[in-house]
């Protein structure tokens, strides 16, 4: 073992630290750190200049535009992103479709949609869900029968996540109904404007958008557009899924999270003196800084060590879990620093899609915007993307072995 | 001691349950919000028609009789309806004028809250106030015949609707407590929505014309209002979570994932007998703010309810959502509008922490 840490890494930082502060519009970085729902005009210019700089997809492998960062520098990458309140891209693409693509796509798939995700022009929806299949997704029922060229689409999808800003949702379909249900699981690249798509937003307790049901009624969609081989989708699903497994700790934005909560307590005033100096608020303060602490070298380990290793394997289904608490732990701690004032509610002042324009609006310091709806909302953490309790039952089954 | 409900006690809360059955449905009550009142005047009628506004007043202070019991019996039911009119706020002003040394006008003043003429609410900073429910942050100057006010109060719930305010007020070494109409020249409100879709307003008071209640000072009279507002939401915090609770039961016995329902799951199982054993935790903890009520140590023990059943209000709403997934995070679906009710509630007039803070300095 030795943990002495790479001086090109700092200097690494630096660089990017510098091509933040030159390249990232002020505006966007307002609204990055308030933190609301994707805000697609926000981000598509975002892509543009990192697209330009050849920063667009990091992590992807240097022949399909990545950078050939080492683990460390993209971690460092994503601190200094989060830090700066970049804005969140499109996940779904860059660490989602883009991988499946790249993996699994033939030549043309990847010539025509590597570049595009790059540059931000297109914006990915996922449709995975459906009503009746949450965390039993291979019951999923969603149908597509091939027709000469042509597959057509049938079925319901939910939790089409940012589906209101999407061009294609990638989709996993059943083509085969004779087989055991992974088995007859396809990966499809669907256009959005395709005809027989009929979207519904679903607003969520924050008052905002960024839920969907997506609807396909007759949908007709090239067989070309379908990823790999048929009926191989659910490998294709659970690829992707562990592609992204030392991203989902999201250790970078609690982090970040963690600076604006102590700017928070150190202006909210207790009982006659700042939050921070309240001996009980600062401890739980510390506490959350401490239980970051052991998640980043969580996620340190998982990105220093081989796929496959075991204890590697074992560390990673700690991630998305524990992460997905902090999250929630570190907003509800801001709330907690906004006072009674948290009792308001506080839809993006910039938003472009908020639920109710009654104007009956908190009045709310600059700094102040953003931390409502991230108590309320990220109670969704430990639901999307693998509930906790599907975390546990991976980690029961799959490394302990019950 | 004695647990039961009496038969007036049982009726009472029994027209409560009725009508939340009968008007507030989950549809009725978003129709409600979404209004420009966001209440319904109707409602709040209802309230004093059926006697539940002064059900908490003894006769001899204008109500029917009932203590602190009778309205924690008919906040409980109006937490599980989410029911969105005022009525803690109401309940606190009132309190506060029952808690004041009797004042020319004050039997008249409580009768015209009660029968719902008035719709009166307690503007103290103590909402707004980062732990210190006693603060005060306006001024009073005397002036010709009466008082003028200056000053700004924050969070004041229930507010946009109210027609008079009871406000606080430093007066010389006192703390006055000052009728203010809603239409003072000089009074400004900015209304907003809090996360429950309840209303309140920040207050900005420049000379504004008052009258002084009383002579004494109010500060007593103001925590005795605070501390019946507290135990009331409490009481509504316990209804909403045995609302949530139950609407998950129900949920997890129907919600099919993986060839069987959810309910199944000894995970789940052992979740909900979690959120079963905070519910009933919580409730016991109501009873004991309910029976400190007018002894020595009722704000003490009010303050220790109000941190236990924050919390648990907030363990209980939150697994309702875990337990529901993602419709559980819909703004269609009640159980998210629960969790938000029980948030309100625990952040309002002092989050737990600061509860737990004066729960050991008033030891």
Same mark, same amino acid.
């Given at each position: 073992m030795d943990f002495s840490k790479d001086p090109a890494d700092e200097k690494f930082r630096a660089e990017v630290r510098a091509f933040l502060q030159a390249y990232l519009p002020e505006d966007i970085a307002r609204r990055g750190q308030r933190d609301y729902h994707a805000n697609r005009p926000d981000v598509q210019r975002w892509m543009h200049i990192l697209d330009a700089k050849g920063w667009a997809a990091p992590h992807w492998p240097v022949e399909y535009g990545g950078t050939g960062w080492t683990p460390m520098q993209q971690f460092i990458w994503q601190e200094e992103l989060r830090l700066a309140g970049a804005p969140v891209p499109d996940r779904g693409a860059l660490d989602l479709v883009g991988p499946v693509i790249y993996t699994f796509g033939d030549q043309t798939q990847k010539d025509w949609f590597l570049p595009r995700i790059r540059s931000g022009e297109i914006w990915w929806c996922q449709g995975f869900s459906e009503p009746g299949s949450g965390s039993d997704l291979a019951s999923l029922r969603t149908r597509a029968d091939r027709d000469g060229d042509d597959y057509v689409v049938n079925g319901q999808k939910i939790w089409t996540s940012e589906a209101q800003w999407a061009d294609w949702i990638f989709m996993l379909v059943r083509t085969n109904q004779d087989v055991k249900p992974q088995a007859g699981i396809s990966f499809l690249l669907v256009d959005m404007k395709s005809s027989g798509i009929t979207r519904r937003p679903i607003w969520s307790i924050d008052e905002g958008l960024t839920l969907n049901e997506t609807f396909f009624d007759n949908v007709r969609v090239p067989a070309a557009n379908l990823v790999g081989d048929e009926g191989a989708g659910w490998t294709y699903a659970k690829f992707l899924l562990g592609n992204e497994r030392s991203f989902s700790a999201e250790v970078p934005h609690s982090k970040r999270d963690l600076v604006q909560l102590k700017a928070l307590a150190a202006k909210a005033i207790r009982n006659g003196r700042s939050l921070a100096e309240d001996p009980v608020f600062a401890a739980k303060l510390a506490r959350f800084e401490i239980d970051l602490m052991a998640l980043e070298w969580a996620v340190l380990r998982v990105l220093h060590t081989p796929h496959g290793d075991t204890r590697s394997d074992s560390v990673a289904g700690v991630l998305k879990l524990r992460g997905a608490e902090l999250r929630q732990r570190v907003a509800e701690l801001g709330a907690e620093a906004l006072g009674d004032r948290a009792i308001a509610v506080a839809p993006d002042p910039e938003g472009l899609h908020n639920l109710r324009d009654d104007g009956l609006i908190a009045p709310l310091e600059d700094d102040e915007w953003g931390i409502t709806h991230k108590a309320i909302f990220r109670r969704a953490t430990t639901i999307y993307g693998g509930t906790n309790e599907i975390q546990r039952q991976i980690i029961a089954k799959g490394v302990l072995g019950l | 001691m004695d647990f039961s409900l009496t038969s007036e006690q049982a009726a009472l809360a029994d027209s409560v349950a009725r009508f939340v059955e009968r008007d507030y449905g989950f549809e009725a009550r978003h129709k409600l919000v979404a209004s420009a009142n966001g209440y319904s005047d109707a409602h709040w009628a209802t309230f004093a028609e059926l006697g539940w506004l002064g059900a908490g007043l003894a006769e001899d202070q204008g109500g029917f009789g009932g203590g602190a019991i009778e309205t924690a019996l008919i906040a409980e039911q109006l937490g599980k309806g989410l029911v969105v009119e005022p009525f803690a706020s109401t309940i606190m002003a009132l309190q506060t004028l029952a808690a004041m040394d009797d004042f020319e006008g004050r039997a008249a003043l409580i009768e015209s809250v009660v029968v719902g003429e008035t719709k009166l609410v307690l503007a103290h900073p103590g909402a707004g106030a980062l732990g210190d429910l006693s603060?005060?942050?306006?001024?009073?100057?005397?002036?010709?015949?009466?008082?003028?006010?200056?000053?700004?109060?924050?969070?004041?719930?229930?507010?946009?609707?109210?027609?008079?305010?009871?406000?606080?007020?430093?007066?010389?070494?006192?703390?006055?407590?000052?009728?203010?109409?809603?239409?003072?020249?000089?009074?400004?409100?900015?209304?907003?929505?809090?996360?429950?879709?309840?209303?309140?307003?920040?207050?900005?008071?420049?000379?504004?014309? &008052?009258?002084?209640?009383?002579?004494?000072?109010?500060?007593? &009279?103001?925590?005795?209002?605070?501390?019946?507002?507290?135990?009331?939401?409490?009481?509504?915090?316990?209804?909403?979570?045995? &609302?949530?609770?139950?609407?998950?039961?129900?949920?997890?016995?129907?919600?099919?994932?993986?060839?069987?329902?959810?309910?199944?799951?000894?995970?789940?199982?052992?979740?909900? &007998?979690?959120?079963?054993?905070?519910?009933?935790?919580?409730?016991?903890?109501?009873?004991?703010?309910?029976a400190a009520m007018g002894t020595p140590e009722q704000s003490r023990r009010i303050a220790a309810a109000k941190a236990m059943i924050s919390e648990a209000g907030l363990f209980v709403g939150r697994q309702a959502i875990q337990l529901h997934g993602g419709i559980g995070m819909t703004e269609e679906c009640a159980i998210g509008h629960y969790y938000k009710r029980l948030f309100v509630i625990a952040h309002l007039f002092g989050a737990p922490d600061v509860q737990v803070g004066r729960f050991a300095a008033l030891a």
């Open positions: - | 603060a005060v942050s306006c001024v009073a100057q005397t002036h010709e015949d009466g008082y003028r006010l200056d000053g700004s109060i924050a969070l004041v719930p229930g507010g946009p609707r109210a027609d008079r305010f009871l406000i606080s007020a430093r007066a010389g070494d006192a703390t006055g407590l000052f009728l203010v109409e809603g239409d003072t020249t000089g009074l400004t409100r900015r209304d907003y929505r809090t996360l429950d879709n309840g209303r309140a307003s920040d207050l900005h008071l420049d000379g504004v014309s &008052a009258t002084r209640l009383g002579e004494t000072d109010a500060m007593t &009279a103001i925590m005795a209002g605070i501390d019946h507002g507290l135990i009331t939401l409490c009481a509504e915090a316990v209804g909403a979570m045995e &609302a949530a609770l139950w609407m998950t039961r129900d949920y997890v016995k129907t919600r099919q994932q993986f060839g069987r329902t959810i309910s199944e799951f000894q995970g789940v199982q052992f979740r909900m &007998a979690d959120m079963l054993v905070e519910c009933e935790l919580a409730r016991s903890m109501l009873y004991q703010g309910l």
